[in-house]
T-cell receptor
Framework: DVKVTQSSRYLVKRTGEKVFLECVQD?????MFWYRQDPGLGLRLIYF???????EKGDIPEGYSVSREKKERFSLILESASTNQTSMYLC??????????????FGPGTRLLVL | GIQVEQSPPDLILQEGANSTLRCNFS?????LQWFHQNPWGQLINLFY???GTKQNGRLSATTVATERYSLLYISSSQTTDSGVYFC??????????FGQGTRLTINP
């Protein structure tokens, strides 16, 4: 079974803090993704990566950065957390098949509260 | 960008009832997927269905790509079916756009 793990289920931070959310997948997947989920808005793509050291902006990258130094690990960074970044953050991975016709596997999510 | 709309936003049913969830999308897509998010937040893929009909036990899904909609059918609902159901369309290169979800509550 594919396993995607996230470093924390719940996290409380203060405005202005630097926040790291870690995601690890154990299936040698090429692609990794970060989403945020807010009530009434569904999931929105923040950043994604098709390969080590490669990153692409999603639909809402402002206020976030990412790092992928190893294939299995994809980190989301909030350089200076703000209250409007309070949300549920979900990481996902996929194999990276040619043509992209495949599903994504999701981690359990991190609920971040910024005070 | 592409718009994805799901209906209804909320659905409350008794155990044993059948339900139909709808997903409309505003443009041609490479692929469409249905996900279930359980009450603990875990998102699981149910169907990968760019067109046609698929069935898996009590669940089935139909996508009519030419008319830009997909339907998810749940028959003989169980309390474990509760949660939020999302459809997501792939606009290319695995970039998924999600609908806002349908929250399903199955009461015993």
């Amino acid at each position: 079974d594919v396993k995607v793990t996230q470093s924390s289920r719940y996290l409380v931070k203060r405005t202005g803090e630097k926040v790291f959310l870690e995601c690890v997948q154990d299936m040698d997947h090429e692609n990794m993704f970060w989403y945020r989920q807010d009530p009434g808005l569904g999931l929105r793509l923040i950043y994604f990566s098709y390969d080590v050291k490669m990153k692409e902006k999603g639909d809402i990258p402002e206020g976030y950065s990412v790092s992928r130094e190893k294939k299995e690990r994809f980190s989301l960074i909030l350089e200076s957390a703000s209250t409007n970044q309070t949300s549920m953050y979900l990481c996902a991975s996929s194999r990276g098949l040619a043509g992209g016709q495949e599903t994504q596997y999701f981690g359990p999510g991190t609920r971040l509260l910024v005070l | 960008g592409i718009q994805v709309e799901q209906s209804p936003p909320d659905l409350i049913l008794q155990e044993g009832a059948n339900s139909t969830l709808r997903c409309n999308f505003s443009d041609s897509v490479n692929n469409l997927q249905w996900f279930h998010q359980n009450p603990w937040g875990q998102l699981i893929n149910l169907f990968y269905i760019p067109s046609g009909t698929k069935q898996n036990g009590r669940l089935s899904a139909t996508t009519v790509a030419t008319e830009r909609y997909s339907l998810l059918y749940i028959s003989s609902s169980q309390t474990t079916d509760s949660g939020v159901y999302f459809c997501a369309v792939d606009t290319g290169a695995q970039k998924l756009v999600f609908g806002q979800g349908t929250r399903l509550t199955i009461n015993p």
